[in-house]
């Protein structure tokens, strides 16, 4: 059982160039969301979906974009990357509010 | 206001004795709940233990505890026999019913804990 697969692990951008991260789960899981962890500040959310094609803003979504067009994936886009999206995403998913999230192993992004 | 407050950003303990490591969370929810996550040094976010609001009993989860008292609105974790392999940073994270989806969470800045041979 895979769970939540991010890819990649690594990624190392130049200002203004854009890229998805791709996130996909195996549990048939409703909820996704995406999250970026910076150092001491824990995780804060981008975006999140509870449901395909449904899709809603978290705490911290200026420069990205996220789409929902399964059950199973849910990529976030950045379409011109800064330096200060420089940080650690990991995507998560569940099933209830009660349900713990599932997260995938994060992708260290550098914008350099 | 943070919603969710750890007040120890590092703790030092000895292997095989307890530690408890503080959170508390503000919000007007009257139903909401609290989880910790751990994330040792290779990054993932490894799921602990999970309190709701209206859960009468203190969570227990193996050598985990949750140390729930509503009034003061704090959800500390206890890890009981400490081991070497406890040593991660740990995250209280809090979801509230009247959130976007009811299932996001706000997460705490962490606490380090190192365990000492």
């Known amino acids: 059982n895979a769970g939540v697969t991010q890819t990649p692990k690594f990624q190392v951008l130049k200002t203004g160039q854009s890229m998805t991260l791709q996130c996909a789960q195996d549990m048939n899981h409703e909820y996704m969301s995406w999250y970026r962890q910076d150092p001491g500040m824990g995780l804060r959310l981008i975006h999140y979906s509870v449901g395909a094609g449904i899709t809603d803003q978290g705490e911290v979504p200026n420069g990205y974009n996220v789409s929902r067009s399964t059950t199973e994936d849910f990529p976030l886009r950045l379409l011109s990357a800064a330096p200060s999206q420089t940080s650690v995403y990991f995507c998560?998913?569940?099933?209830?509010?009660?349900?713990?999230?599932?997260f995938g192993d994060g992708t260290r992004l550098s914008i350099l | 206001a943070q919603k969710i407050t750890q007040t120890q950003p590092g703790m030092f303990v000895q292997e095989k004795e307890a530690v408890t490591l503080d959170c508390t969370y503000d919000?007007?929810?009257?139903?909401?709940?609290l989880f910790w996550y751990k994330q040792p040094s290779s990054g993932e976010m490894i799921f602990l233990i999970y309190q709701g609001s209206y859960d009468e009993q203190n969570a227990t989860e193996g050598r985990y505890s949750l140390n729930f008292q509503k009034a003061r609105k704090s959800a500390n974790l206890v890890i009981s026999a400490s081991q070497l392999g406890d040593s991660a940073m740990y995250f209280c994270a809090m979801r509230e019913a009247s959130s976007g989806s009811a299932r996001q969470l706000t997460f705490g800045s962490g606490t380090q804990l190192t365990v000492l041979p």
């Open positions: 919000t007007s929810d009257q139903s909401y709940g």
């Open positions: 998560a998913s569940t099933m209830g509010s009660n349900q713990p999230q599932h």
